[in-house]
């Protein structure tokens, strides 16, 4: 299994940065996809960028160009940076890891704590 653990949340002003972090650790066969889900409450979670393991990237459009999704493959950490960060950024966020279980290469996700990103006008 993978586990996850995000940090890097908290308040920012609008139009300031923040940068978080997930580092994976337990037991796998690969990690495929790494990505940052964000969720208000009361809305569904959805997906802000994603990192495939041959290095390829996805975002949403609301963050592509103020968002930017990294991996060290080496370490097992994706970053998420955020520059220019708006009021409605303001999330729960969320890693989450696809990945291919040793024993059986059955594929599974594994989902962090959730980090809050807070930005204020």
């Known amino acids: 299994q993978v586990q996850l653990v995000e940090s890097g949340g908290g308040l920012v002003q609008a139009g300031g940065s923040l940068r978080l972090s997930c580092t994976a650790s337990?037991?796998?066969?690969?990690?495929?996809?790494m990505a940052w889900y964000r969720q208000v409450s009361g809305k569904q979670r959805e997906l802000v960028a994603a990192?495939?393991?041959?290095?390829?990237?996805n975002y949403a459009d609301s963050v592509k160009g103020r968002f930017t999704i990294s991996r060290d493959n080496a370490n097992n950490i994706v970053y998420l940076q955020m520059n220019s960060l708006k009021v409605e950024d303001t999330a729960v966020y969320y890693c989450?890891?696809?990945?291919?279980?040793?024993?059986?290469?059955?594929?599974?996700?594994?989902w962090g704590q959730g980090t809050q990103v807070t930005v204020s006008s």
């Open positions: 990192v495939f393991s041959g290095g390829s990237t």
């Open positions: 337990g037991s796998w066969f690969s990690i495929n996809v």
């Open positions: 989450a890891a696809d990945f291919v279980m040793h024993a059986t290469h059955a594929l599974s996700t594994s």
